[in-house]
């Protein structure tokens, strides 16, 4: 297929080419970030997995190094986790960067045994530029569970041992070790609780603080049985004793409602920052989406945190600070009271020019489309709204509030030709959990995709497009009584490569 630069991120990691999903061993070295990932450098399809590689120094500006680990006689190198090894626990050395992953093996899988999937290291010397595969894998092998992958791997201070978390199945089991090398079986959770619609692959378990209280949160990929179909990140927060986890509830909770935020897991070695990223697109389409010469990208790196509604304990995501180095103050278009058309701090309801009909906000703040910009919106009154994105073809991209449903919604049913496959046009909601009423919408474009963060970060929504034209145009379709105190639009820059 003829290559398409228009819908390749600026911002967003995607490979030079061929087939990439899960973000894996996310780590934090020395001042770079690592960014491995699941990759097939043979087709634009997948395939025999390897681990590709990037790195960063702000979470942004990504540059794609050398094929990390290639498969083995083992077989195939499926997802995992990377730590740094302080205290020399596995013997590579002092400070050894060791990723601990599945290895696939497609002859056993032929078998039905059900133990083709086993857990295996290897370890880096050289902060991640060549790596070792460990003589004595695999380090875990299977008791004949089918799926049996994805190890997700901490130092737990309170057990003084690492943890696994392990996805086995219909459920996740801790496993925990002195050294890397020798696991023993702690728990299991999840069989009865969170959402079963698929299988649960790629977790994450770490503590987040809130009110100087900590809790634990268990990320739980799951493919299909998403919020709005095929793959998503749910997750539940409770507490870790080094041993079990109890979730504080049995609510159901996603890390993204929308259908292109999947396999997503927090970076090691951060300190008090969560990071998390996760692969931005569905397999229900994955293998269909019309790029070239390159399939899929990450989704923007988000800091995670804990906020209550209720009764119950939610995350919130937001982009990293780091974003706001793509920003120049020069591209900022702010814009408040714009119903009155004067300078005033209180803001007007937008009666008048809702009856009117759309608002062209690129015109009222005297600017154009940039395919890698950000919209934020501060409602001090939220009700209905829709903003629509397009292009002289007819092309619309719908993202707005639906305030009866009490719904966000993205809604690409018409913003381009969706024929490679069935799954892809559709609109997708996702709950308003905040029941303020001021509100705050922040959109990150970046080419062919957009993340919501609503509500400080309760709601996220990522959503992938591909139109047949660059969109040029951005209305607004309010409702009476809506009330906005600021809209702003921003050029984000170009990360220089
Ligand atoms: C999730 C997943 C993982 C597996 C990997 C294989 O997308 O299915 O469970 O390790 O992809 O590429």
Same mark, same amino acid.
């Given at each position: 297929?003829?290559?398409?630069?228009?819908?390749?991120?600026?911002?967003?990691?995607?490979?030079?080419?061929?087939?990439?999903?899960?973000?894996?061993?996310?780590?934090?070295?020395?001042?770079?970030?690592?960014?491995?990932?699941?990759?097939?450098?043979?087709?634009?399809?997948?395939?025999?997995?390897?681990?590709?590689?990037?790195?960063?120094?702000?979470?942004?500006?990504?540059?794609?190094?050398?094929?990390?680990?290639?498969?083995?006689?083992?077989?195939?190198?499926?997802?995992?986790?990377?730590?740094?090894?302080?205290?020399?626990?596995?013997?590579?050395?002092?400070?050894?960067?060791?990723?601990?992953?599945?290895?696939?093996?497609?002859?056993?899988?032929?078998?039905?045994?059900?133990?083709?999937?086993?857990?295996?290291?290897?370890?880096?010397?050289?902060?991640?530029?060549?790596?070792?595969?460990?003589?004595?894998?695999?380090?875990?092998?299977?008791?004949?569970?089918?799926?049996?992958?994805?190890?997700?791997?901490?130092?737990?201070?309170?057990?003084?041992?690492?943890?696994?978390?392990?996805?086995?199945?219909?459920?996740?089991?801790?496993?925990?070790?002195?050294?890397?090398?020798?696991?023993?079986?702690?728990?299991?959770?999840?069989?009865?609780?969170?959402?079963?619609?698929?299988?649960?692959?790629?977790?994450?378990?770490?503590?987040?603080?809130?009110?100087?209280?900590?809790?634990?949160?268990?990320?739980?990929?799951?493919?299909?049985?998403?919020?709005?179909?095929?793959?998503?990140?749910?997750?539940?927060?409770?507490?870790?004793?080094?041993?079990?986890?109890?979730?504080?509830?049995?609510?159901?909770?996603?890390?993204?409602?929308?259908?292109?935020?999947?396999?997503?897991?927090?970076?090691?070695?951060?300190?008090?920052?969560?990071?998390?990223?996760?692969?931005?697109?569905?397999?229900?389409?994955?293998?269909?989406?019309?790029?070239?010469?390159?399939?899929?990208?990450?989704?923007?790196?988000?800091?995670?945190?804990?906020?209550?509604?209720?009764?119950?304990?939610?995350?919130?995501?937001?982009?990293?600070?780091?974003?706001?180095?793509?920003?120049?103050? =020069?591209?900022?278009?702010?814009?408040?009271?714009?119903?009155?058309?004067?300078? $005033? @701090?209180? *803001?007007?309801? !937008? &009666?008048?020019?809702?009856?009117?009909?759309?608002?062209?906000?690129?015109?009222?703040?005297?600017?154009?489309?940039?395919?890698?910009?950000?919209?934020?919106?501060?409602?001090?009154?939220?009700?209905?709204?829709?903003?629509?994105?397009?292009?002289?073809?007819?092309?619309?991209?719908?993202?707005?509030?639906?305030?009866?449903?009490?719904?966000?919604?993205?809604?690409?049913?018409?913003?381009?030709?969706?024929?490679? =496959?069935?799954?892809?046009?559709?609109?997708?909601?996702?709950?308003?959990?905040? $029941? @303020?009423? *001021?509100?705050? !919408? &922040?959109?990150?474009?970046?080419?062919?995709?957009?993340?919501?963060?609503?509500?400080?970060?309760?709601?996220?929504?990522?959503?992938?497009?591909?139109?047949?034209?660059?969109?040029?145009?951005?209305?607004?379709?309010?409702?009476?009584?809506?009330?906005?105190?600021?809209?702003?639009?921003?050029?984000?820059?170009?990360?220089?490569?």
């Amino acid at each position: 297929p003829a290559p398409t630069p228009q819908y390749r991120p600026a911002y967003h990691f995607a490979p030079a080419a061929h087939w990439m999903n899960d973000p894996n061993g996310m780590v934090y070295l020395n001042g770079t970030y690592h960014l491995f990932f699941q990759y097939y450098p043979d087709g634009m399809s997948w395939g025999p997995m390897h681990w590709g590689h990037a790195t960063s120094r702000d979470l942004l500006r990504w540059q794609e190094q050398p094929i990390a680990l290639y498969p083995d006689k083992l077989g195939y190198i499926f997802s995992g986790s990377a730590v740094v090894d302080e205290n020399n626990t596995a013997g590579f050395g002092k400070n050894a960067l060791v990723a601990i992953f599945t290895h696939h093996d497609p002859e056993e899988e032929k078998k039905k045994t059900g133990k083709h999937e086993t857990q295996s290291l290897a370890y880096s010397l050289d902060e991640g530029k060549t790596w070792t595969k460990y003589a004595g894998n695999p380090v875990l092998k299977n008791p004949g569970i089918p799926d049996f992958r994805d190890p997700k791997v901490s130092w737990n201070a309170q057990a003084r041992k690492w943890i696994m978390t392990l996805a086995t199945k219909d459920r996740i089991t801790f496993y925990s070790s002195p050294n890397l090398k020798d696991w023993t079986k702690e728990s299991e959770f999840g069989e009865q609780v969170g959402a079963h619609g698929g299988v649960w692959e790629c977790p994450d378990l770490f503590p987040l603080t809130l009110d100087k209280k900590t809790y634990w949160v268990l990320l739980v990929n799951l493919n299909p049985g998403g919020p709005n179909g095929g793959s998503a990140t749910q997750y539940f927060v409770g507490q870790f004793d080094g041993k079990t986890f109890r979730p504080q509830t049995n609510t159901t909770k996603w890390a993204d409602y929308g259908p292109d935020e999947y396999a997503g897991v927090t970076f090691a070695n951060t300190g008090n920052r969560c990071l998390f990223l996760g692969w931005m697109s569905n397999w229900d389409y994955a293998q269909q989406v019309p790029t070239a010469p390159w399939r899929s990208a990450m989704t923007l790196p988000r800091e995670l945190g804990l906020r209550q509604v209720g009764k119950e304990l939610y995350l919130t995501s937001a982009p990293v600070k780091e974003v706001a180095s793509m920003v120049t103050s =020069s591209r900022i278009r702010p814009l408040t009271n714009f119903n009155a058309g004067k300078a $005033s @701090a209180a *803001a007007q309801p !937008l &009666t008048d020019l809702a009856v009117k009909g759309e608002i062209d906000l690129l015109q009222q703040m005297q600017t154009q489309w940039r395919p890698q910009s950000r919209l934020q919106l501060r409602a001090r009154q939220l009700q209905d709204m829709t903003l629509v994105l397009s292009n002289a073809q007819g092309e619309e991209l719908l993202i707005g509030f639906d305030k009866k449903a009490n719904q966000y919604f993205i809604d690409r049913s018409k913003a381009g030709p969706s024929g490679f =496959s069935p799954k892809f046009a559709a609109r997708h909601v996702a709950p308003r959990l905040s $029941s @303020a009423p *001021a509100a705050d !919408l &922040t959109l990150f474009f970046d080419a062919a995709s957009v993340e919501l963060f609503a509500d400080g970060g309760l709601t996220a929504m990522t959503e992938i497009f591909f139109p047949s034209a660059p969109f040029t145009s951005l209305r607004l379709r309010p409702t009476p009584g809506l009330t906005l105190d600021s809209v702003e639009y921003t050029w984000l820059l170009t990360p220089t490569k």
